[in-house]
């Protein structure tokens, strides 16, 4: 049964920091294709970014392009989203995701879903 649990979200003021994780069971992790999404209030969950099997290839929503970086840590089965100059715009849910292809996940169609944690950023 595959496992996605985030956690590192919180309450941060504009311009922080925040680092998610989410640690994956249950896949081959060193094989698959980890993203994240997020869904703010009122509004459809979105792509935000993604990691390649090894970590050597990552692509970025424009928006959130030079302020967040995903990494991936095949020997902790974890993959990561920093996040820095945070804006208010940035609140919402955010959803770590894995799938086969970059593509797929890209796509908004993962395979696996995390349940999501919270990250509010006020002005």
């Known amino acids: 049964q595959v496992q996605l649990v985030e956690s590192g979200g919180g309450l941060v003021q504009a311009g922080g920091s925040l680092r998610l994780s989410c640690a994956a069971s249950?896949?081959?992790?060193?094989?698959?294709?980890m993203g994240w999404f997020r869904q703010a209030p009122g509004k459809e969950r979105e792509f935000v970014a993604l990691v390649s099997w090894s970590g050597g290839v990552t692509y970025y929503e424009d928006s959130v392009k030079g302020r967040f970086t995903i990494s991936k840590d095949n020997a902790k089965n974890t993959v990561y989203l920093e996040m820095n100059s945070l804006k208010p715009e940035d609140t919402a849910v955010y959803y770590c995701a894995a799938g086969q292809s970059m593509g797929q996940v890209s796509g908004g169609a993962p395979s696996s879903w995390g349940r999501g944690t919270q990250v509010t950023v006020s002005s």
């Open positions: 249950g896949l081959p992790f060193r094989s698959t294709v």
